[in-house]
């Protein structure tokens, strides 16, 4: 069971640097679907690995970075094709 927990933490963090990185080199936008997923799949592992954990400080931020990712990957999902 550690094994998963851990493994679904690094997955979270391996995802926000993957967004971050695409971002970053221009890649991506941050209107991207494929931004906003990696930002909620990685808000998600990190929330679970730091609740785990105790760690309620980034818990917390966590858990905001995925509601935030969330509501912008809806509102994506949401918008009309160009």
């Given at each position: 069971m550690d094994l998963l927990l851990s493994t679904v933490g690094w997955v979270g963090a391996l995802a926000v640097l993957a967004a971050y990185?695409?971002?970053?080199?221009?890649?991506?936008?941050?209107?991207?679907?494929?931004?906003?997923?990696?930002?909620v799949v990685g808000g998600a592992g990190l929330l679970v690995h730091a609740s785990l954990h105790?760690?309620?400080?980034?818990?917390?931020?966590n858990a905001v970075w995925l509601l935030v990712g969330g509501l912008a990957l809806a509102r994506v999902a949401h918008r009309p094709a160009a």
């Open positions: 990185a695409l971002l970053t080199a221009g890649r991506t936008t941050p209107t991207s679907r494929a931004y906003q997923a990696l930002n105790s760690a309620w400080p980034s818990a917390v931020t």
